[in-house]
């Protein structure tokens, strides 16, 4: 069984954002730039199904920024084949309508039985990576997915919904799904496996022509959102704020007795 | 006294008396028999040993290749120093041996017992070699050449039975004092219950049997050797010479005085000879397999003791295919010495902290554990010194990984690092770098606890535990109303390396703007790294995570090479610790400062106009800067210059107590634990009446901070930094000025 | 090519979704200005029409592939109606459904899309977005050129009372699409313990973030709540490390909560989270760092450090 994970590199969200000159993106100069939190669940869980059934796991990104930190991370954690792929990215944003038409062209021609990738990001503007593969493929995809187990040619995977609700789901592989939460908590690399992998350089390096697609969308202007209505904040010591709060509570009429 | 002992010129006694030929033959194919075992046993052991990897403990190792071309390979600063220091520890060492100091260490009662029992058997020792030497090498040699001759007579004999008669007097006193120790004091450091005990049970009475045997046949041994003596000086009728054995004497008043005839001694005297002669031969040969081994493997163990070991960990075996420990193969020679030298005296389990505070660790029974395991996969044999199960868990296990099964990965996260058990340890057993040595595997196989795992990662992305963005490291100077040098911009004479809590967290940038500006206002030439900053890898490279060590001093060095400056200064005793004996190996020549040592210079020197606080206070030393680096006069200095009355708690200086956030424990769930360390030293504090409870350290001050909350004793001991207490003492100044006017 | 704005309607337990009328309120201020109609299509359970108000249409789309949520089955239908009415908008909640289905429409019908939708305006015929990117850090105003938009809503972006104003809709069946084909099957659902508190139905609740940190303190907060009278609700941190039941959840994974006070302990306020309890009445926020934006959307905020807090808050309350 061939299990290739999508990967992508989005923005720190711990960094201050600030616009560009023409209003609209962010400015990349100063970011720096992380493996998307899900795309690391969906790794995860395809690590799992690894260990469960022996598949083989590839791990797949475009050129984004840092990108190599990320392919080298999973074959640390124990991806088998790390591919990047070259040529679809420019400077700036790019859309998730390109990005889907790369993989998809390359998934294509590579053979695979299950795609995994994050169910969203950060920066999914115009939308989801996983629906859209699973369309633009023809096959089966499901998103909020917080558990594949793969045997041959089948997956059952769950799908929560809001509330906690879980709908268990039989899909025929190939199929694309969009990972919520792996079944464990993403396991550790340690950094000398990242930098022995680095030194082996197994990262398959492979030209593609940027797709002609588009995500149809124009960006008028971007900003910081309005904080016009922050909270008020309660200060003083932990008993003046614990009084101030207390009292807010009561004159409300919800404490009790 | 002259007169007596020329009287007794030519006298002396037989060796072999009442023994005939057959007697004599059987004896010689007994001790031959023991000395076989005894050298057999030891053959195995030294066997195990030289199955380890190089220690680096006798000659100094050759740099082994990084199997990283750019990166200098870890190595001593000047290496000429090292070896002269090496030499002076070995002289120290072998004076620490000689005079059982390290046992008299904080136990003198058990010191003098012990140097009695050392001196004294080895006094016996010496005195059958002596009684060898004339009897089998003299009197057989001069034989040849016509009269026998035998030096052991006369003025020597009597000498000589003197010395080993009092010297095996005050070996049966001490073990009579030890037995006493073990059997009734009920003392904590012998309790051998585990720290973690499994569920399914385990057995550790063997350890009790054994130390009971080996008491047991050295007193026997003593006993009929004094025995015998006063049987064959009753069964001589008391020749005057042989009041120079002045305890056989006794014996043989006694044995008169109960009215055993003459003749009737001699049959005695000659079974207590054979009783004491198997028995003493029987423990030569039960030396190398069981607790006496440690007559040997310690004084070895102390001669190759490493004392910075812990303080400059050893990087990974470069050869290795991974890093950390996963088989016996990858242990030194001096950690499985180490473990054959543990005597399970305890005092290791009593001073950790993590044992203290109910986690599942004691430096004890890790050793113990691991000498088990290692017995078998090093064919040792040891007699009684098993911990038996119903399972094959824990040392027993078989097919097990090292660092998970034989030691559980709970009990080595335990940890603090904090070295108490290093510093108490009377036989120089290092368990610190080999706890590190199995985090590294489990490290490697990326078993750990959530918490921990996210902290590496934010370290590994950011540069920071926190998990803030590198590039806000220095936003804690925005609120200071002048601006700090950039050393990477401008010469400094110091080099603030600020640390990652006390740049982020926000309790301690306070601390940090007010010792900016205590720096300032003295006119101290001083910068920071900015966000080039990062964690300097302390913690990191204790937890086990030697690359994302190593990243960080390459990170690290990068922006040191670039920024000018005399002296680094840091106020966080890990950051200390690292920089200062980690990071020269690494290529780091500047001198490593802690702020206390630089604010009591510049208290000393004037340039803090200081007044005093009158104020009662006692100083929690952090072990990082007691243990690891010997820092223990600078903030006491300070404390009595602004005029604080210093009270020591119990366990002060390198007895301090460690806060429970150290190797990386800081970054671990700690709600397990029965007593948090830092609620035990808090407890300890609040003991002494004092007002202040004054730390040193980042972490420490919001470790007991918390604790002094959760203890409930905020109110009564406020938790300080010195930096704070300075910037009050200066704060002084001007009121007291005006009060004068 | 019409001016009308399609609306996905949702439903859970035989009821439809706030989200739906929320979107219906959104639809209905686009078609105004397009001179279009709202039209529902409503996936599953047809008798469900009778619900919807404030639309001019109803599409009902019923049969027994469709029972169950699959995206498989959605898709057909809703590919097919976008196909067949070239509507001028399709408006969908970021829901599970929502994130499953809007990127496989975009790119199944070849139309636009954008997520994370908090505003939709009108400019000329232009569709404009507002979108919420980069975990709430970043708003995109974004103008959509061709036709049709799917957009993608988060849910409590418009009013719902402005979804159920007019009156009753008219109900067609749609032509019932090819799900012959499927290869998705629907296996089970499971629903988590309902023997645990409902905290969607308390006026208080005293919840819990990823800042309490281990395990053991979640006690802390289990103290105050009992002295409150209050249940403990939690961010999904919290539920996903199993300190709590997933019962407990608030957010867009979770449960939408709408209590009279909402107090809040070391829950820096993730977009997930805000959109289960945006809508209390009265939001207390307690969380070290400043910055973090549950100062957005909380009434009132302290920046102490929960564990120094919670004590002295379970003291008074027990008191």
């Not at chain 2, 004091?185 to 009971?212: S, T």
């Amino acid at each position: 069984m061939r299990v290739v994970v999508v990967l992508k590199q989005v923005p720190d969200l711990v960094e201050e954002f600030e616009i560009d000159s023409d209003g609209t993106d962010i400015d990349r100069e100063y970011l720096t730039f992380l493996l998307n939190e899900f795309d690391n669940h969906a790794l995860e869980e395809a690590l799992l199904i690894k260990d469960a059934t022996g598949a083989a796991v590839e791990v797949v990104a475009l050129d984004d920024p840092d990108v190599d930190q990320a392919l080298y991370t999973a074959i640390a954690k124990g991806a088998d084949r790390a591919v990047k792929l070259v040529g679809a990215s420019g400077e700036g944003w790019l859309d998730t309508h390109t990005r889907a038409a790369a993989f998809a062209a390359w998934l294509g021609g590579e053979g695979y039985d299950l795609v995994l990738t994050g169910v969203q990001a950060a920066d999914d503007l115009d939308g989801q990576l996983a629906p859209m593969l699973g369309a633009l493929l023809g096959v089966p995809h499901v998103s909020v997915v917080v558990g594949v187990e793969a045997a041959d040619g089948a997956a059952r995977v769950r799908q929560e919904f809001a509330g906690g609700a879980v709908s268990e789901l039989d899909v025929p592989l190939p199929a694309v799904i969009g990972v919520q939460a792996a079944r464990a908590e993403p396991r550790y690399a340690a950094i000398t496996k990242i930098r022995q992998a680095q030194q082996e350089g197994g990262l398959e390096q492979i030209d593609i022509d940027r797709p002609a697609t588009s995500s149809g969308l124009t960006v008028r202007r971007m900003y910081p959102p309005e904080r016009s209505d922050r909270a008020e904040m309660l200060t003083g010591t932990e008993a003046e704020v614990a009084d101030k709060i207390i009292a807010l509570i009561r004159d409300r009429g919800l404490m009790q007795g | 006294m002259i007169l007596t002992i020329l009287a007794v010129e030519g006298e002396t006694r037989e060796v072999f008396e009442d023994i005939d030929l057959f007697g004599k033959v059987v004896f010689y194919i007994l001790s031959a028999a023991a000395i076989a075992l005894f050298l057999w046993g030891w053959w195995k052991r030294i066997a195990k040993y030289r199955s380890g990897r190089p220690a680096g403990r006798i000659r100094r190792p050759t740099p082994a290749p990084t199997g990283n071309g750019d990166r200098p390979p870890p190595a001593d600063p000047a290496p000429g120093d090292a070896v002269s220091a090496k030499r002076r520890s070995r002289w120290n060492a072998l004076w620490s041996i000689a005079s059982n100091s390290t046992v008299a260490k904080r136990d003198r009662t058990m010191g003098i017992a012990h140097f009695f029992m050392f001196w004294g058997f080895i006094t016996l020792f010496i005195g059958t070699v002596i009684l060898t030497i004339d009897e089998d090498i003299v009197r057989i040699a001069t034989r040849q050449f016509g009269e026998e001759r035998s030096f052991f007579k006369g003025v020597f004999y009597a000498v000589y039975s003197f010395t080993l008669d009092t010297m095996g007097a005050a070996a049966l006193i001490a073990l009579v004092y030890m037995a006493a120790r073990r059997g009734m004091f009920h003392l904590p450091q012998l309790d051998y219950r585990r720290a973690q005990e499994p569920a399914e049970g385990y057995d550790r009475r063997q350890y009790e049997r054994g130390d009971q045997l080996f008491i047991g046949l050295l007193g026997l041994v003593l006993l009929t050797g004094f025995l015998h003596e006063g049987f064959r000086i009753r069964a001589s009728d008391f020749p005057d010479f042989e009041i120079w054995s002045p305890v056989g004497w006794l014996i043989a008043t006694a044995v008169s005085g109960v009215g055993i005839p003459q003749a009737g001694s001699d049959t005695i005297r000659t079974v207590i000879w054979w009783v004491h002669a198997i028995l003493a031969l029987g423990f030569v040969a039960y030396i190398p397999y069981s607790k006496a081994m440690h007559m040997l493997t310690d004084p070895a163990n102390l001669l190759t003791y490493d004392s910075t070991s812990s303080r400059r960990l050893p990087a990974p075996d470069p050869a290795a295919d991974h890093v950390g420990y996963r088989t016996l193969d990858d242990f030194t020679w001096k950690e499985l010495l180490d473990l054959d030298a543990c005597t399970k005296c305890g005092r290791c389990h009593v001073v950790c902290p993590a044992a203290a505070s109910g986690a599942p660790l004691s430096p004890r029974d890790l050793i113990l554990d691991l000498r088990q395991w290692a017995a078998v996969g090093g064919g040792t044999f040891s007699l009684l010194d098993s911990e038996q199960r119903p399972d094959q868990s824990g040392p027993l296990v078989v097919d097990g990984v090292l660092a998970g099964d034989v030691i559980r990965a709970d009990t080595l996260w335990s940890c603090t690092t904090c070295m108490a058990c290093v510093e108490a340890c009377p036989v120089g057993i290092e368990h610190v770098p080999t706890i590190v040595e199995l985090r590294r595997s489990l490290v490697e196989a990326g078993t750990m606890e959530a918490p921990l795992q996210a902290a590496l990662q934010n370290i590994a992305q950011k540069g920071n535990s926190f998990g803030k963005s590198a590039r806000q490291r220095a936003r804690w100077t925005k609120e200071l109303d002048f601006t700090i040098t950039d050393a990477r911009k401008e010469h400094v004479r110091y080099l603030w390396f600020v640390g990652d809590f006390a740049s982020f967290d926000d309790r301690l940038q306070a601390l940090s703007r007010t010792f900016a500006r205590i720096l300032h206002d003295a006119g101290v030439d001083f910068g920071i790294l900015y966000d080039g900053e990062r964690n300097a890898g302390n913690d990191v490279r204790r937890v086990g995570e030697e690359g994302l060590f190593e990243l960080l001093v390459e990170q690290n060095m990068q922006q040191l090479a670039d920024a000018e400056f005399d002296e680094i200064v840091t106020t966080d005793p890990h950051t200390l610790n690292t920089l200062r004996n980690e990071y020269p190996g690494y290529g780091l020549t500047k001198p490593v400062r802690h702020y206390t040592e630089v604010l009591a210079d510049l208290i000393e020197a004037g340039d803090l106009a200081v007044s005093p606080l009158r104020r009662t206070a006692t100083y929690h030393d952090p072990c990082y800067l007691a243990r690891y680096n010997d820092l223990t006069e600078a903030p006491r200095r300070i404390l009595r210059s602004v005029g604080c009355d210093v009270v020591e708690m119990p366990r002060n200086k390198d007895n301090t107590f460690c806060c429970g956030a150290g190797g990386g424990r800081i970054w671990m769930d700690d709600s397990d634990l029965t007593e948090r360390p830092s609620e035990s030293r808090i407890n300890e504090a609040a003991t002494l009446d004092v007002e202040l409870f004054v730390v040193a350290c980042p972490k420490d001050f919001t470790m007991y901070t918390d604790a002094a909350k959760t203890t409930g004793h905020d109110q009564a001991l406020r938790v300080v930094d010195v930096i704070e207490l300075v910037a009050e003492s200066l704060d002084r100044q001007p009121a007291l000025g005006a009060a004068e006017r | 090519m019409s001016n009308d704005v399609l609306v996905v309607a949702e439903h859970s337990d035989s009821t439809l979704t706030d989200g739906t009328f929320e979107l219906i309120g959104a639809a209905r201020g686009i078609a105004d200005s397009w001179g279009g109609q709202v039209v529902v299509v409503l996936v599953g359970d047809a008798a469900l029409a009778s619900q919807v108000v404030g639309a001019d249409l109803v599409v009902t789309a019923d049969a027994a592939q469709l029972s169950d949520y699959t995206s498989e089955a959605y898709e057909s239908v809703l590919a097919g109606q976008i196909r067949q009415r070239e509507p001028g908008a399709v408006l969908i909640s970021m829901s599970t459904k929502g994130l499953d289905l809007a990127a496989a429409l975009s790119a199944a019908c070849g139309c636009p899309l954008v997520s994370y939708v908090v505003g939709l305006e009108v400019d000329g015929e232009t569709l404009v977005a507002t979108a919420q990117i980069y975990g709430g850090k970043i708003m995109a105003e974004v103008a959509i050129e061709s036709r049709p938009a799917i957009c993608g809503v988060i849910a409590g972006s418009f009013p719902a009372d402005a979804g159920s104003a007019a009156g009753a809709a008219n109900v067609e069946a749609a032509d019932p699409p090819d799900l012959a084909t499927l290869r998705t099957t629907f296996v089970a659902l499971r629903t988590p313990d309902a023997g645990d508190v409902d905290i969607t139905a308390a006026d208080l609740l005293v919840a819990v973030g990823r800042g309490i940190g281990s395990e053991d303190d979640i006690e802390l907060v289990q103290e105050l709540a009992d002295a409150l009278g209050a249940p403990v609700a939690a961010s999904r941190p919290i539920t996903d490390a199993g300190w709590l039941p997933k019962s407990r959840q608030v957010g867009k994974s979770g449960l939408k909560v709408k209590p009279r006070g909402y107090l809040m302990f070391g829950i820096s306020g993730a977009p997930e989270h805000l959109e289960g309890m945006r809508d209390a009445e009265l939001i207390i926020a307690c969380n070290t760092d400043e910055q973090a934006p549950v100062f957005d959307v909380a009434h009132y905020g302290t920046t102490l450090d929960l564990f120094d807090l919670l004590p002295e808050l379970t003291e008074r309350a027990s008191g």
